[in-house]
């Protein structure tokens, strides 16, 4: 049985203090520089950095990669992966690949539908689901041993996390369906964006209700807006989303020259009313493609500066 070497990220989270996540997409091409440049911009405020995996099923550099660069850059890495592109060989080869490079924290998701992305014709693969990968990671990590128990030489030490949609329908769902990623293994949540904060609150009481945030970390999921137009499209056309109509009116409302300052302090108003909610552990802030606006985000919102 294998002895786990914690990660950065969960000694924050254990230490009872507030974590704060950010992520990285990496580039439509080889370029390991895109990514480098994003995490120098946001590596004093955050505790880690998730690097997207394929996100939104377009074809880009590949997280692993990415989060090689970012470890040799001496920042700690949170690998995406996701169930859709690999079986079981190829999800347990990258595993061991990650660890050989003492990557120590993993985000298991499923991946959105190659449909939304730009190679409609690919195939699913699935062979295992997202919970199955929570499951494989801890079974390599905690037994020392691949899916068909033949022994791991040098196994993989993880911090295993997994994402969760408070927003979806059907909404009564969404507390059990974490409750199953939990028994499965993760450690870690990180939430999709957080707009409608009474629906997440009530999320969160069903959460407490069930005990569950004592057995996972809770990172809350914060997006700022860019424009109106960026929160009507997310709206209308992100799945999975939750944006009332007064937050996209406040956007509206807004002069437009003042339309990314006023969505940067709807970002940082939530994450100052979510710092009161009973069982939220910290914050995963995902500034897409705007990542110099992290540090500010972080600090207006007394989240600086992190421990060392």
Not at 159 to 169: E, K
Request: charged share 25%; net charge neutral; with cysteine.
């Amino acid at each position: 049985m294998s002895t786990k070497t914690p990660s950065k990220l969960e000694k924050v989270l254990s230490s009872g203090k507030f974590a704060v996540t950010s992520e990285c997409g990496p580039p439509r091409g080889s370029d390991p520089e895109v990514v480098t440049q994003k995490a120098e911009k946001i590596k004093d405020h955050v505790d880690a950095i998730n690097i997207t995996d394929n996100q939104t099923a377009v074809t880009r550099l590949c997280s692993l990669a990415s989060c090689i660069k970012i470890k040799l850059m001496g920042l700690e890495p949170v690998l995406q992966m996701v169930t859709r592109d690999r079986n079981r060989i190829a999800i347990q080869s990258d595993i061991l690949g990650a660890a050989s490079f003492d990557i120590h924290n993993i985000l298991c998701i499923s991946g959105d539908h190659q449909s939304f992305g730009d190679c409609a014709q690919g195939q699913n693969v699935h062979d295992l689901d997202s919970m199955q990968l929570i499951q494989t990671v801890r079974h390599m990590r905690d037994k020392g041993l691949f899916l068909n128990d033949a022994e791991i030489e040098r196994p993989p030490q993880m911090f295993v996390g997994a994402a969760a949609n408070p927003f979806a329908d059907p909404f009564e769902i969404r507390t059990p369906r974490l409750a199953k990623k939990v028994a499965a293994g993760a450690e870690f949540i990180q939430t999709q964006c957080i707009f409608n904060l009474e629906k997440f609150e009530q999320w969160m009481e069903q959460i407490r209700n069930r005990g569950l945030q004592e057995k996972v970390h809770i990172l809350a999921g914060i997006t700022p807006f860019k424009s109106a137009g960026m929160a009507k499209f997310m709206k209308k056309k992100v799945p999975g989303m939750d944006i009332p109509d007064e937050v996209v009116q406040r956007m509206s409302d807004t002069e437009k020259a003042k339309q990314p300052e006023e969505g940067l302090k709807i970002a940082i108003e939530t994450i100052q009313r979510l710092q009161e909610v009973e069982g939220i552990s910290g914050f995963h802030v995902m500034a897409i493609e705007w990542e110099d606006k992290v540090p500010y985000i972080v600090e207006q919102s007394g989240l600086h500066p992190r421990p060392n």
